[in-house]
């Protein structure tokens, strides 16, 4: 079968939600503590000597989430090279190719898992340092604020203290800057990361395998909602290895003896990566090439575009972040208005669904409970 990161998405969003259930936990922690004695005028002093104690329930829960992610990222790229691998041995079944499967029967996987997890665990080590700084940065400020406004004469403790902590929920832990410059709040980053990770994992695996069987080359699907960045390598032939650039190559039949063909390839798989294809979030796969028998596949029926899928995904960036101002809320009627705002964006998305065809995502809606 066919192969595209999509086949290994599922793992990428089980290691974010370990990310956006510390988050919870961490909400929940920061709001049951101011909210602790709140009302009582030494509320202040109280606040200020317990920040030591928040600080290491924090770094319990941090400790707590490294040695998960840890273990779930080397989880989650070996089972996504085994699928990819997978895929192969279906794909050369499918065509018959028997000498070729027996050929790939045994591909080394675990030097590369460990190479491609190791890196992913390495990209995400700082995640650890600015969750414990950001979220005592939040309590400083939170506590700061809470006790100044009275003072003003603006607002109650308790409503200064939620509109500071709103502010964090609705950002969560965030900053973190790719190699575009562009910014994520921490699940949002972590499941970028992880997805291209595995993603590449199983067709690193697919393609492994394929080359072990002596198949060089691999066909590009047409995808529906493509985005700019790979729309170029759509229905391309491309060199699973070697050289990149334009170029007919002169190649025997698949199935028929002497008989030459000439193929027209695109460039090379690692240079259609480089310029975008395998994106996270890509919905394109790849698939054996044989000369003169491979043909084109047809492009499925348009069921939205580019730009509605992200429409979709500003609508559920922003129901969790309302479930999440939901949790860290200090008393129901916030809680209420959150949950409003929730209702609000679900409604949205039906609205897209339902005008566009798209597939609704609900677990994309949802946050990891906390731990």
């Not at 575009?180 to 990361?193: H, Q, T």
């Not at 491979?294 to 580019?306: D, F, H, I």
């Amino acid at each position: 079968m066919p192969v595209s990161p999509e086949l290994a998405e599922n793992l990428a969003a089980a290691v974010a939600d370990l990310y956006e259930a510390a988050q919870g936990t961490i909400i929940e922690r920061i709001r049951d503590a101011l909210a602790e004695g709140i009302d009582s005028p030494l509320w202040l002093e109280l606040k200020a000597a317990s920040i030591g104690d928040l600080q290491t329930a924090i770094q319990a829960v941090i400790d707590a989430l490294q040695l998960d992610a840890s273990g779930a990222v080397q989880h989650a790229v070996a089972e996504a090279y085994e699928r990819g691998q997978q895929a192969a041995v279906a794909e050369l079944g499918a065509l018959g190719v028997g000498q070729a499967m027996a050929a790939a029967a045994v591909v080394p996987a675990a030097s590369a898992v460990d190479r491609l997890a190791n890196a992913l665990i390495a990209d995400t080590g700082p995640v650890y340092l600015r969750i414990l700084r950001q979220t005592m940065d939040v309590y400083r400020e939170v506590i700061a604020h809470a006790s100044s406004a009275p003072l003003l004469g603006a607002q109650t403790r308790r409503q200064a203290a939620q509109t500071a902590l709103d502010r964090f929920t609705a950002r969560g832990v965030s900053g973190f800057i790719d190699r575009a410059g562009r910014s994520w709040d921490m699940r949002s980053y972590v499941e970028m990361a992880t997805r291209s990770v595995v993603g590449r994992a199983a067709v690193d695996a697919h393609t492994d395998r394929l080359g072990a069987a002596g198949i060089e080359l691999v066909m590009v699907s047409e995808a529906l909602e493509e985005c700019p960045l790979c729309r170029r390598w759509e229905g391309k032939i491309l060199a699973r290895d070697g050289a990149s650039g334009e170029r007919d190559v002169e190649m025997e039949h698949a199935t028929e003896d002497d008989k030459m063909v000439t193929v027209p390839v695109a460039g090379s798989l690692a240079e259609a990566r480089a310029t975008g294809l395998f994106h996270p979030n890509c919905r394109h796969d790849v698939r054996i090439y044989l000369p003169g028998l491979t043909k084109s596949r047809p492009k499925p029926p348009a069921r939205g575009t580019y730009e509605d899928t992200q429409r979709q995904r500003y609508f559920e960036r922003q129901i969790r972040m309302w479930k999440r101002k939901a949790a860290g809320a200090m008393d129901e009627q916030t809680a209420a208005a959150a949950r409003a705002r929730v209702r609000d964006y679900q409604g949205r998305i039906r609205d897209l669904v339902a005008e566009t065809g798209l597939p609704r995502k609900r677990h994309r809606e949802q946050l990891a409970a906390a731990r």
